[in-house]
């Protein structure tokens, strides 16, 4: 059995696509389970939950909000399936997602599997900007798709029982973003390996302002910096960010996918994001500073 998981936080009218998304997937209804959790969210889901009761499996589960790390931990501690198959509530999988699931997995039963996200809304320039700062990210850490080492979350896929031996997702992140790099870099750690899956495809339907774009890029940055101390101190380094020629490739990476208006656009999105992730990472050394001084001055 797969086990699908989908955190949720006040976004029922996503939720309620992604579910009928779900209940359109061509598997076998006895094979997988869907799982949503409530974050502890204001809105009522439900109602949207029982639309598609009678077409799958589906269990609602409910916490106290603490971000989309701890859900997803949430729904694994209750699953069922050998696979832990992640999305996001603003997500619409492929009707074949889980069958390119279940044939990677028979090829390959102890890798994590990432597939490939693809932006639902092309006329929003901020979504299409994160779009493409992730197939960035993806063409950069995953040039051996055999030996992949970053996926987020969204189109995840893990054996249950590695991702309980490891510990699941680091709860101590109460926003989105660095909880899913600092997972796949613990699952690395302890032996385990990934591939890419571009065949397995979802659908990402994440509407952006100028204003939710800049907060995603800050709280990036904030995780960012959070993974980057995790990962100094276990491996016993100062911390360490990617060579210049990242961030050059990067600002230049638009022009390369694109032309003409749109391309000077999300290249001037692009510069936005980095900024933004600069302050989030930034500020969160500033706090974290603050914080030691607070437990050093109350020992």
Not at 19 to 45: C, H, K, M, T
Not at 192 to 208: G, N, Q, S, W
Not at 221 to 236: K, L, P, T
Not at 258 to 284: D, K, P, V
């Amino acid at each position: 059995m797969i086990s699908l998981i989908i955190p949720s936080y006040n976004r029922p009218r996503q939720l309620a696509k992604c579910l009928e998304s779900v209940a359109r997937l061509e598997y076998p209804r006895e094979q997988f389970e869907a799982i949503v959790v409530d974050d502890g969210g204001e809105a009522v889901l439900d109602a949207v939950v029982s639309s598609v009761s009678s077409r799958l499996d589906i269990t609602l589960l409910r916490q106290a909000h603490a971000g989309p790390a701890a859900a997803r931990n949430t729904g694994a501690a209750k699953a069922r399936g050998q696979l832990l198959a992640f999305l996001d509530d603003d997500c619409l999988p492929a009707t074949d997602w889980l069958q390119s699931l279940e044939k990677r997995l028979a090829a390959m039963p102890t890798h994590g599997i990432g597939g490939r996200t693809l932006n639902a809304l092309p006329d929003n320039p901020y979504s299409s900007t994160c779009q493409m700062l992730v197939d960035y990210l993806y063409q950069y850490y995953n040039a051996d798709q055999n030996r992949a080492t970053f996926f987020a979350s969204n189109n995840l896929a893990l054996p249950s029982e590695g991702f309980h031996a490891i510990g699941g997702f680091d709860a101590n992140y109460s926003h989105a973003g660095g909880e899913d790099r600092e997972l796949c870099d613990r699952w690395w750690r302890h032996g385990y390996r990934m591939i890419y899956a571009p065949e397995a495809l979802v659908y990402h339907a994440h509407a952006l302002t100028l204003r939710t774009f800049w907060t995603q890029q800050f709280n990036y940055g904030r995780g960012a910096f959070r993974f980057r101390c995790a990962h100094s101190q276990v491996n016993d380094k100062r911390i360490e960010l990617e060579p210049i020629r990242f961030y050059l490739n990067l600002l230049g990476f638009p022009s390369s996918q694109t032309r003409g208006r749109q391309a000077i656009l999300l290249s001037a999105l692009t510069l936005a994001s980095q900024l933004a992730n600069g302050a989030g990472f930034f500020w969160e050394s500033i706090s974290r500073g603050r914080r030691l001084q607070r437990q050093a001055f109350a020992i």
